[in-house]
């Protein structure tokens, strides 16, 4: 949410994303705005977009 940005928190949590996704083979990181832990139910559109976008572009090396 707009009052999370740049706090401690979300600025621990970015490093924690960054640190993870160097370390898992093949992952993409995609931020999404405004939404909280329920992504699904908050903006479903978007996650099956980016899904969909993983799914034809990313890497099919598993």
């Known amino acids: 949410t707009p009052d999370r940005i740049g706090s401690e928190f979300a600025l621990r949590k970015q490093e924690m994303v960054k ?3 160097q370390e898992i083979k093949n992952s993409q ?3 999404v705005p405004e939404t909280i832990h329920d ?6 559109v ?3 977009d ?3 976008d993983f799914c ?4 099919r090396e598993f």
């Open 50 to 52: 980016t899904i969909s």
């Open 19 to 21: 640190l993870a996704s």
């Open 39 to 44: 992504i699904g139910f908050h903006k479903p």
């Open 46 to 48: 978007e996650l099956a």
């Open 29 to 31: 990181v995609h931020w």
């Open 56 to 59: 034809r572009t990313g890497n």
